[in-house]
């Protein structure tokens, strides 16, 4: 089967949803057997990007074939749906996991506004809601990936638009590899992206100053350009920022003039009307002055694991009891993975559509033929990008204590969801990681 053969079969999959240019090229570039670090090379997106969204387009053809489609089983799978009548799938089963009369997807996507799956975790979303209300705030929101940071974003988004605000969220991923060039490059990136936001069709360049410097051209293209031609109190919402730790003279300047904002909403008016919202996976280790920096005003909001009762209200969502799922399950199963909300999702999901029963799912979860394979082999292929990393990580799971780490590396573990810190020290958050790990390393 050539690509445009296999193109048309996820077009006709994923109906009546639409592939962006991006889905469209990480999908040729996979048929042709290219790597994630190779596609950033020859388009200019970041390897991280690309890795999130083509982690997304498997989990899209996952829900719509219900069965979990990956990046190495991408071609068995669409030859096996070519060979198949239409009004079935590779494995004969529904098109879409249904729970009652809703429709399931497959976890991995930030949750909308009002979802029906999402789990509040008081009172930090009552804290963020009333911050945002106050005049010139700031709001810094911490997770490690997949606990819920921009689904969280999201709500308070939808929040602030239904009581009259204007809004934008910022992806830092999205800019491509040019923005990253200088800080001036990046300055003139995230004001075109604020503005496209509020639909201003507008020339970045034509109010730039390059006499007086990226910040001060910023901040005036904010303050003329957008906060003035709102007239009102105004939601803008950076999501990844821990994305600028690799650009640390990008990142430095950026949050000094950060700071500067938040600075002036403390006298002025019209900078009052700017409400912030930071979010990031861990501590960034930049050197930043203490009159520089984001990171030590405003409200701080870190993400905690779902609790025993949160869990079993979220297993309850998913009508698990129909499937013999018991409370008991549940309970070793978070002896796994904790109360991490994307290894829940995962659990449940599978569990809710009776493909594995709770002793299949938790039995197998730690190996390679588990519903957790995806995850686990993510994590892998970050370490073999990153031998200190790794080297790190060996030393935590080898130990029944918490251990002392570097504070850059135990910061990028966090920010992998794999550790947690206590007064300095590291130990694992997830079994789940460990038991796979430790098997793994074992057989080497």
């Known amino acids: 089967m050539d690509v445009k053969a296999a193109l048309e079969i996820v077009k006709q999959i994923l109906a009546p949803q639409q592939l962006s240019y991006v889905e469209e090229l990480v999908f040729i570039r996979t048929w042709q057997d290219q790597r994630y670090r190779d596609m950033a090379v020859d388009t200019g997106y970041e390897e991280g990007y690309l890795k999130d969204i083509g982690s997304r387009l498997w989990q899209a053809l996952s829900q719509h074939l219900g069965y979990p489609v990956s990046k190495k089983r991408l071609r068995f799978i669409l030859a096996e749906v070519a060979r198949q ?44 809601h009333r911050a945002l209300q106050q005049s010139g705030s700031l709001l810094r929101i911490k997770g490690a990936w997949g606990m819920g940071k921009t ?29 990253f060039e200088s800080f001036d490059a990046f300055a003139r990136w995230f004001c075109w992206a604020i503005s496209q936001k509020f639909n201003f069709n507008l020339n970045v360049d034509d109010y730039w100053f390059a006499s007086a410097g990226s910040k001060l051209s910023c901040t005036t293209f904010i303050q003329d350009q957008v906060l003035s031609r709102l007239a009102m109190p105004v939601v803008v919402a950076i999501d990844t920022l821990h994305h600028l730790a690799e650009y640390p003279t990008i990142a ?18 019209e900078w009052g009307q700017l409400r912030l919202v930071m979010a990031y996976a861990a501590e960034l280790d930049l050197p930043l002055q203490t009159h520089q920096s984001p990171f030590n005003v405003g409200l701080p909001l870190e993400l905690p694991l779902l609790t025993r009762t949160q869990a079993e209200d979220l297993a309850q969502r998913h009508h698990l009891a129909n499937q ?12 796994r993975v904790g109360g991490h909300p994307y290894l829940l999702q995962i659990a449940f999901y599978w569990l809710q559509s009776g493909h594995f029963t709770s002793q299949q799912l938790i039995d197998q979860a730690a190996t390679d033929d588990g519903i957790y394979r995806e995850y686990l082999h993510r994590l892998w292929a970050i370490f073999q990008q990153s031998p200190d990393l790794e080297k790190a990580w060996q030393q ?25 810190l206590e007064s300095g020290r590291v130990r694992v958050r997830c079994h789940l990681c460990r038991d796979y790990f430790s098997a793994l390393y074992a057989d080497l």
């Not at 002392?404 to 135990?410: E, K, N, T, Y």
């Open 85 to 128: 009548p239409e009004d079935r799938n590779p494995l004969g089963m529904p098109a879409a996991t249904v729970v009652g009369e809703k429709s399931i997807e497959f976890p991995g996507s930030p949750l909308p506004f009002q979802s029906s799956w999402y789990v509040e975790r008081p009172p930090l979303e009552e804290m963020a």
């Open 151 to 179: 689904s969280l974003i999201h709500r308070l988004l939808g929040q602030a638009q239904r009581e009259g605000m204007p809004v934008a969220l910022i992806d830092m991923r999205q800019a491509d590899a040019s923005a």
């Open 252 to 269: 430095s300047n950026f949050f000094a003039m950060l700071r500067s904002w938040y600075e002036q909403a403390r006298s002025s008016p």
């Open 324 to 335: 013999g799922v018991s409370e008991d399950d549940i309970n070793r199963l978070l002896i």
């Open 396 to 420: 935590v799971i080898a130990s029944d204590q918490p251990v002392v780490l570097p504070a850059s590396v135990a910061h990028r573990l966090e920010a992998m969801g794999i550790v947690q």
